[in-house]
């Protein structure tokens, strides 16, 4: 018979073996830290997730195709001089008001418009980029991954983080379907490497090692405003602090001085985000009437976002999702018709628009569009609405396979095909 002792000591010696295993070198730094993930399993996590990620959260920003091709020029200028050259970097603007950035493994890096319009210039963005660039290069997010789940396959994540009870509630899936934000909480230390690394890449791709003095010094500023309450998330993922801004200064002493700041150009790249800031205005406080369950007032605040910017899809989206509410199903489907026409690429709308499909009895179109869904990403939603499609087209079998796979997520929408998996069964 094995003694407590010797388990505990075979424990303690195998827990110290996987520690040692789980020893890498951080290349930014050249120090020794713990890594749970290789390099090889950090690029295919980062490459896998990243549409997943961006599908979540709103897709990318599709009405001005320059301003992505800029980021990602500002992006690639930074990673060439980086410690990590040669990860497969990805830079991409999001369609979304949250103002926030933040760095998969692998370089899979992305940056909401809610963001860019608080900067002023292509240095502030270069400081923004390079300690994201920083994060990926030093393996921060593989480490953060390693200690705490912040990361999710979509099918999962989306099961857990959204409710559905009936085809009326689509506003309310219309608010939390892209509320699952990829947020990695740093240490303090990773912070600092990140601000600090930032700028010498700032500095070596001739950019003013200033420009992330003067960010902090926004954000420090932000974070005691009104304003504060609108950037949870990039305070809770990137938290300011005078601190912070002292240690820039003291980098920035390091650095050359001078270096571009490239403010018109910057100016330029987010003119049309400018111009259409009161329309984005007015679908937020569109969500936020939502909230406060004032649909009427959504109602005519997304119409006049319309009006405002009449290319811009998640506002047809939204209108959408108000009139399902009011169980207007044809002028909800109309609307949804629009978004697919104006932005085809993200998952909400092709999944929504199959949901209102089949509400109205149209089986072929709701089973074409929810598959379609399925295409741009997993969700259980998709999955259980299929099932009922098939259900009441009497293909039994295809309708069990899809309700299996919405329960595997959990959450009311879990439970819902749970329920209906067992009506069958008890058919049969």
């Known amino acids: 018979m094995i003694s407590r002792a010797l388990k505990f000591s075979t424990a303690t010696v195998g827990l110290a073996a996987a520690l040692l295993a789980g020893c890498a070198v951080n290349p930014v730094t050249g120090e020794k830290e713990l890594s749970l993930m290789s390099p090889g399993q950090e690029l295919a996590l980062g490459e896998q997730q990243y549409p997943v990620n961006q599908q979540q959260q709103g897709g990318q920003y599709a009405i001005d195709p320059a301003l992505q091709d800029y980021v990602n020029r500002v992006g690639q200028k930074l990673a060439r001089v980086s410690d990590q050259p040669q990860l497969p970097y990805e830079f991409v603007v999001l369609n979304n008001s949250v103002p926030n950035a933040w760095a998969l493994p692998g370089g899979k890096i992305a940056v909401n418009r809610g963001l860019l319009v608080l900067l002023e210039d292509e240095a502030e963005l270069a400081a923004v980029l390079g300690h ?11 480490a953060a991954m390693s200690q705490q789940q912040v990361l999710g396959a979509g099918l999962a994540v989306l099961g857990a983080a959204t409710k559905e009870t009936a085809y009326g509630d689509l506003v309310t899936l219309g608010g939390q379907l892209g509320g699952t934000a990829y947020i990695a909480r740093y240490g303090r230390s990773n912070e ?18 200033q420009g992330a003095v003067r960010l902090q010094r926004k954000f420090v500023e932000l974070s005691k405003g009104k304003q504060a309450g609108g950037l949870e998330a990039l305070f809770a993922s990137h938290p300011p602090s005078q601190a912070r801004v002292d240690a820039n200064i003291e980098h920035a002493k390091q650095l050359a001085k001078g270096g571009a700041t490239n403010r018109a150009a910057y100016q330029k790249a987010i003119a049309q985000l400018k111009r259409d800031a009161d329309a984005y205005k007015s679908y937020d406080d569109a969500m936020a009437a939502i909230n406060d369950k004032q649909y009427d007032r959504a109602l005519t605040l997304v119409r006049q976002a319309q009006r405002q910017q009449p290319k811009e899809a998640s506002f047809y989206a939204l209108e959408g999702d108000l009139l399902a509410h009011q169980k207007q199903y044809q002028s909800a489907h109309t609307a949804y018709d629009r978004a697919v026409q104006k932005n085809p690429s993200l998952f909400s709308h092709w999944l929504k628009r199959g949901m209102v499909a089949a509400q109205l009895n149209n089986y072929t179109a709701a089973e074409r569009d929810l598959n379609r869904s399925l295409r741009y990403l997993e969700t259980p939603h998709a999955h259980y609405y299929l099932g009922q499609v098939y259900e009441k087209q009497g293909n039994v079998k295809n309708a069990y396979s899809h309700y299996q796979t919405a329960a595997s997520a959990g959450g009311d929408i879990g439970s819902k095909a749970q329920a209906r998996m067992q ?4 058919k049969g």
Do not use: Q
């Open 132 to 142: 994201e660039i920083v994060h990926a290069a030093a393996r921060h997010s593989a």
């Open 192 to 209: 600092l490497e990140s601000d600090k690394y930032g700028m010498k890449y700032m500095a070596a791709a001739g950019y003013d090692p």
């Open 423 to 426: 009506a069958i069964t008890n």
